[in-house]
């Protein structure tokens, strides 16, 4: 069993920015890949940002050049770095844990950019 934790959302202004963490804890080896995904209201869910051991991390084309993935091992924590927020950003942001026998969901952060 592996618990995520979410943190760092909130209101912003278009241009702003936050950052996001996600706490992992329990079976932490068993990760090797973790993401962020967001879903805004009468939407489907979408990945946001992923990284995946050994790779480089892949970005949806909305946010290239605006958000940044990162993971410190050290404190079983991953981040999105988010700049030069805009509306159409707002959404549920929810990070996500894979390995060989697991998937799981954190119970997601709200993000609002509005003026």
């Known amino acids: 069993q592996v618990e995520l934790v979410e943190s760092g959302g909130g209101l912003v202004q278009p241009g702003g920015s936050l950052r996001l963490s996600c706490v992992a804890s329990g079976n932490i080896f068993s990760i090797n890949a973790m993401g962020w995904y967001r879903q805004a209201p009468g939407k489907q869910r979408e990945m946001v940002a992923s990284i995946t051991d050994g790779a480089s991390p892949d970005y949806a084309q909305s946010v290239k050049g605006r958000f940044t993935i990162s993971r410190d091992y050290a404190k079983n924590t991953v981040y999105l770095q988010m700049n030069n927020l805009k509306p159409e950003d707002t959404a549920v942001y929810y990070c996500?844990?894979?390995?060989?026998?697991?998937?799981?969901w954190g119970q997601g952060t709200q993000v609002t950019v509005s003026s």
């Open positions: 996500n844990a894979l390995g060989p026998f697991l998937d799981h």
